[in-house]
């Protein structure tokens, strides 16, 4: 089973930008669905966004819409979030996940769908 690894989290005042990555063996190899969620505390999970390690299928939640984006490098076997114009709203954990292609359909984003999750990284925002 492919298990992820997150980096780049850290502490970050308000309208600021950090830079998620996931890394995981097998990127180049496999069409995988990799997905981007976040835990707020005291709050339930929450898809951010996704994409496909082998194809251009990405989905990106209205919540951070025009804020991040998400991309690939095959070669790296790394998924990256960059953030931008971030907000106190944003602070949580992050966690990536991975599941099968399927599971980023470009429509939508649930915990069900993905079978293995990294350990989280956190992002604070904060002034």
């Known amino acids: 089973q492919v298990q992820p690894v997150e980096s780049g989290g850290g502490l970050v005042q308000p309208g600021g930008s950090l830079r998620l990555s996931c890394a995981a063996s097998d990127f180049d190899t496999r069409n995988y669905g990799i997905g981007w969620f976040r835990q707020a505390a005291g709050q339930e999970r929450e898809g951010v966004s996704c994409?496909?390690?082998?194809?251009?299928?990405?989905y990106v939640a209205n919540s951070v819409k025009g804020r991040f984006t998400i991309s690939r490098d095959r070669a790296k076997s790394t998924v990256y979030l960059q953030m931008n114009g971030l907000k106190p709203e944003d602070t949580a954990v992050y966690y990536c996940?991975?599941?099968?292609?399927?599971?980023?359909?470009?429509?939508?984003?649930?915990?069900?769908?993905?079978?293995?999750w990294g350990q989280g990284t956190q992002v604070t925002v904060s002034a």
């Open positions: 996940a991975i599941g099968s292609r399927f599971a980023c359909s470009g429509r939508r984003l649930r915990t069900s769908d993905f079978d293995s």
């Open positions: 994409i496909r390690s082998a194809d251009p299928t990405t």
